[in-house]
């Protein structure tokens, strides 16, 4: 199936986490929201393939863009369908998702309280949990509860007067103990409600108030050698301590409250926005603010938040921040979350507004790549201090093993891309035994001892793979040439990927993230696999030599053959002489046997 180019490159380049998305037609409204467990795969599908429903063929004709919220899990995704599917009411969504749609766990407000599922509000009211998307993870939550407390599970009406009457009569629930029996008053109503407290505390995801309530319980029978009341809290225990309870998802606590993340790249602001109701994501959005004088950070953030609530008529009182931005915004209280929902809700506004700024990248890339390239050279020639931009990198690397086979290699990079045919190969000549140091001054010297006398263009930068060490020595070539001052040159040591620099004692550290880093790990990366697989090809070679070609007669074609089919020196040495024949005739395989074999013909 054909589509924009556009959206070609949009689906191509989503990010492979759970999330939702949404279609919009040509006026940009929303004309359809989903679900995924992996955003990228979901979204192409409907796209790689012929659909067999016409309502879906049609939904596809009219996608002309597409947006999409990435999730921390799979249920968070779920549930914020659920919540845009409401408040958009999207042409292609059929069965548009109401309250009905998850389960609630809810908490009766009577005598005695119940504690049940319920899809829909039930009369006379009561404290709800949830929604839960997982309906087995609701369930097994139930099951734990009846595990741990003695709920009743019956319709009484157990008001005062009726159970001083004597109107009811305990039932099979009483007599197999998953009831205490508050209908004839065997449980008091503040036992009762001691156990309700309990079970508020475990569906609010508060585990260590239960826990130590539980503690405490057990400890003070055991004191008093009730010892199987005191084992009967012990498994209580150990089932809650089992259980994670804590969801990740909704919690029912955080109700209309706006959730604001922040970064900044030099003249940009970028903002991204979570409004929340109900403990659901119900708006988000992320905009960019362009710096006009020198504004600091907070006056950006208030900026943006100012506009974002005005854009959605927010009026909430609480708002979650990473820092609180310059005064401004009356009656509202600022949060800086640092563990909990609030947090996670911050996390996850974070995570959106990186991908954005990743994308938008990646997009400019690929539209303007000169642009995009002259914005990483400005970034590297800042990061690494250097006079000029590195539009030209070329990176050394040394392989040997054990001493043999000293060989170097040397990997090119052009306007931040390899330039592979301009990657060079060497042999160490002057160098014997490891020694990496002296390997490295011999190919400095060499390669741009080359470039002056060809009159060759020398590179803006110089890349060494490995420390001080090697850096000192390959600056000593440089000096050597009158070169040291008239080009960049770094080492990067591996273990730290710390970057060294000339008369430095002390190395630079780069943010892990920044996109100079990558570059440099990249093109050290490809000096490496390139360095290696010269080595690996001429190791072979001479071990090849020095073990079969010695033979007079054989040759490498003759003795790769015998290697391919016995593997091994040692097995050629051990076969027969028919074995030998079989693999390179009569006359080839004389001269082997009688080379592994003298004493036969003597």
Same mark, same amino acid.
């Given at each position: ?39 990228? =795969?979901? *979204?192409? +599908?409907?796209? #790689? ?5 016409? !309502?879906?063929? &049609?939904?596809?004709?009219?996608? /002309? ?89 019956? =319709?009484? *009406?157990? +008001?005062?007067? #009726? ?5 009811? !009569?305990?039932? &099979?629930?009483?007599?197999?103990? /998953? ?424």
């Amino acid at each position: 199936m054909s589509y924009p180019d556009h959206l070609s490159s949009l689906i191509q380049n989503l990010p492979e986490s759970p999330g939702i998305y949404q279609y919009l037609d040509k006026e940009g409204k929303i004309i359809y929201v989903g679900k995924a467990k992996i955003l990228k =795969k979901r *979204v192409a +599908s409907y796209f #790689n393939k012929d659909q067999e429903s016409g !309502k879906t063929r &049609l939904l596809v004709k009219n996608i /002309n863009d597409i947006k999409f919220i990435i999730t921390q899990t799979e249920t968070d995704a779920l549930l914020l369908e659920n919540s845009l599917i409401k408040k958009h009411q999207p042409k292609y969504n059929i069965n548009l998702k109401d309250d009905k749609t998850y389960p609630w766990i809810v908490i009766t407000n009577e005598r005695f309280p119940k504690v049940f599922s319920t899809r829909k509000k039930i009369s006379g009211g009561g404290v709800y949990f949830g929604p839960y998307a997982n309906g087995k993870m609701m369930y097994t939550l139930l099951e734990l509860i009846r595990q741990l407390y003695q709920i009743r599970n019956c =319709k009484l *009406v157990l +008001s005062e007067q #009726n159970i001083k009457a004597n109107k009811f !009569k305990v039932c &099979l629930e009483y007599h197999i103990k /998953n009831c205490k029996g508050p209908c004839e008053a065997h449980q008091s109503e503040p036992d009762y409600n001691e156990q309700i407290n309990d079970i508020k505390e475990i569906l609010r995801g508060n585990i260590s108030i239960v826990l130590r309530h539980l503690k405490e319980q057990m400890h003070f029978h055991a004191q008093n050698l009730q010892f199987e009341k005191a084992q009967e809290y012990k498994e209580k225990l150990i089932a809650l301590e089992n259980y994670q309870s804590k969801s990740t998802v909704v919690s029912p606590t955080i109700h209309d409250v706006d959730v604001f993340s922040f970064n900044r790249e030099e003249d940009t602001a970028v903002i991204n926005y979570f409004k929340v109701n109900n403990g659901a994501i119900i708006q988000s959005n992320t905009i960019e603010l362009k710096c006009k004088l020198d504004e600091g950070n907070e006056e950006l953030f208030l900026m943006g938040i100012v506009e974002l609530r005005n854009r959605y008529n927010s009026n909430s009182k609480e708002i979650i921040v990473p820092f609180i931005p310059e005064d401004g915004l009356n009656n509202v209280e600022y949060t800086i979350p640092q563990r909990g929902d609030k947090k996670q809700l911050l996390d996850l506004s974070q995570r959106n507004l990186d991908y954005y700024l990743f994308e938008k990248k990646r997009q400019l890339s690929l539209v303007d790549p000169e642009r995009h390239t002259k914005r990483v050279l400005q970034q590297m020639m800042k990061d690494l201090r250097l006079t000029e931009e590195p539009r030209h990198i070329e990176c050394f690397d040394n392989s040997n093993f054990q001493g043999a086979y000293p060989v170097a290699a040397m990997t090119v990079f052009k306007d931040t891309r390899p330039s592979k045919k301009d990657y060079r190969h060497f042999n160490i000549k002057t160098v014997e035994g490891p020694n990496d140091f002296a390997s490295m001054e011999e190919i400095i010297y060499r390669r741009y001892k080359r470039v002056l006398e060809e009159g060759e263009s020398l590179p803006q930068l110089i890349v060494i793979d490995g420390g001080k060490g090697q850096l000192g020595a390959a600056i000593n070539s440089l000096n050597k040439l009158g070169l040291m001052g008239k080009v960049g040159i770094i080492g990067i040591a591996k273990k730290l990927e710390e970057i060294y620099y000339p008369g430095d004692s002390l190395p630079l550290y780069l943010d892990k993230k920044s996109e100079t880093l990558k570059i440099i790990q990249q093109i050290r990366d490809e000096a490496h696999r390139f360095g290696i697989t010269h080595h690996r090809s001429k190791r072979d070679k001479g071990t090849l030599k020095t073990e079969l070609t010695n033979i007079k007669g054989i040759s490498d074609v003759t003795a790769s053959k015998l290697l391919k089919d016995l593997k091994s020196v040692k097995r050629i040495k051990e076969s027969d002489l028919q074995t030998l024949i079989s693999i390179v005739g009569n006359a080839k395989a004389q001269l082997v046997y009688q080379y592994f074999h003298p004493t036969e013909n003597n």
